[in-house]
């Protein structure tokens, strides 16, 4: 079972590796954050990402933390690619990689993840966290 943080005025929410019953709930969250590693304009794709995230069950600090521990170890490379990955990741490939790096025999030192820094002073991640408050915060079109 999946230790879940509080969802409110958590610095650094601990979210860990997902439980197979989880599993469904985690991989559009991967899908999604996976698309702000893509080599093309991802804010052309932050409508639907944002739907996507805002329908999750976790909070931002909880998408914020599997952004940086989760998708951003695994997909980070395809920036540095000449020619990138700019359709979309396998979500297969997607999900074995994260899964197989969650149960790393060297996961003590995941610690040291870069994207701790970075991952804070991207401006799609800001623009795409800010948009999914929004959009949990705006009524549903059902709500009357």
């Known amino acids: 079972m999946i230790d879940v943080p509080p969802t409110q005025g958590a610095r650094s929410p601990r979210c860990p590796a997902p439980a197979l019953a989880e599993l469904a709930a985690r991989r559009p969250v991967w899908e999604a954050l996976s698309d702000l590693f893509l080599d093309t304009d991802v804010s052309l794709s932050r409508r639907w990402r944002v739907e996507l995230l805002a329908r999750s069950p976790y909070s ?46 060297w996961r003590a030192l995941h610690v040291l993840n870069l994207g701790r820094l970075t991952v804070r002073l991207s401006m799609e991640w800001r623009a795409t966290r800010h948009a999914i408050d929004a959009a949990r915060s705006t009524p549903g079109p059902d709500a009357r």
């Open 60 to 105: 931002v600090d909880q998408i914020e933390w599997i952004l940086v521990n989760e998708v951003y170890p695994v997909c980070k490379y395809n920036l540095l690619s000449v020619a990138g990955e700019w359709a979309g990741f396998d979500p297969m490939w997607l999900e074995a990689r994260i899964l197989r790096r969650l149960r790393s025999p």
